[in-house]
T-cell receptor
Framework: GAGVSQSPSNKVTEKGKDVELRCDPI?????LYWYRQSLGQGLEFLIYFQGNSAPDKSGLPSDRFSAERTGGSVSTLTIQRTQQEDSAVYLCASSPGTGGNQPQHFGDGTRLSIL | AQTVTQSQPEMSVQEAETVTLSCTYDTSESDYYLFWYKQPPSRQMILVIRQEAYKQQNATENRFSVNFQKAAKSFSLKISDSQLGDAAMYFC??????????FGGGTRLMVKP
């Protein structure tokens, strides 16, 4: 597709379960970002991948959160032992490269609800 | 750390009128980029307009323009000839290091027919 694709669109799971969220960036974009959008915290940066460099994980809220990017393309955000405070919309974005002049293009997000 | 503040949680405008959304930011950097994103109910963040801090000229994109005041660290968005489709959440964002965006809390814009 032409844009950033995220799946699933919605995910409902029980507290304590693990979840995986997927992001397929725009073809050719080397940079990929994950953000979390929640009512109490607004939009927060989680993690950033650029090419083959080590990811910037400085925004991950706890060690229950991890992310991978395979082959420089698709990324998976994994949340282990989910808690109710993990309920949020998880947004993925990609950009052609680094540099503040490279606009980030966003997907539609995954709405995660923890029961 | 950089911060971005949007002081208007909600704004309302009559269709065809003009509205201005406010944004202020705090940074010690001299070179950076500022953005306005629109988020309709579909959740997708759509880039509306961007401004390079080193440029004095205010950016414009059709009905959208900004008033960038670097010394005051202010970056407001003006929407002219408002349309029903402009109704959405609007987020101001800052980027200087080329990686993550720092967002403001958002302004919900309502457009009255």
């Amino acid at each position: 597709g032409a844009g950033v694709s995220q799946s699933p669109s919605n995910k409902v799971t029980e507290k304590g379960k693990d979840v995986e969220l997927r992001c397929d960036p725009i073809s050719g974009h080397t940079a990929l970002y994950w953000y979390r959008q929640s009512l109490g915290q607004g939009l927060e940066f989680l993690i950033y991948f650029q090419g083959n460099s080590a990811p910037d994980k400085s925004g991950l809220p706890s060690d229950r959160f991890s992310a991978e990017r395979t082959g420089g393309s698709v990324s998976t955000l994994t949340i282990q032992r989910t808690q109710q405070e993990d309920s949020a919309v998880y947004l993925c974005a990609s950009s052609p490269g680094t540099g503040g002049n490279q606009p980030q293009h966003f997907g539609d997000g995954t709405r995660l609800s923890i029961l | 750390a950089q911060t971005v503040t949007q002081s208007q949680p909600e704004m309302s405008v009559q269709e065809a009128e003009t509205v201005t959304l406010s944004c202020t930011y705090d940074t010690s950097e001299s070179d950076y980029y500022l953005f306005w994103y629109k988020q309709p109910p579909s959740r997708q963040m759509i880039l509306v307009i961007r401004q390079e801090a080193y440029k004095q000229q205010n950016a414009t994109e059709n009905r959208f323009s900004v008033n960038f005041q670097k010394a005051a660290k202010s970056f407001s968005l003006k929407i002219s000839d408002s349309q029903l489709g402009d109704a959405a959440m609007y987020f101001c964002a800052y980027n200087n290091a080329g990686n993550m965006l720092t967002f403001g809390g958002g302004t919900r814009l309502m457009v009255k027919p």
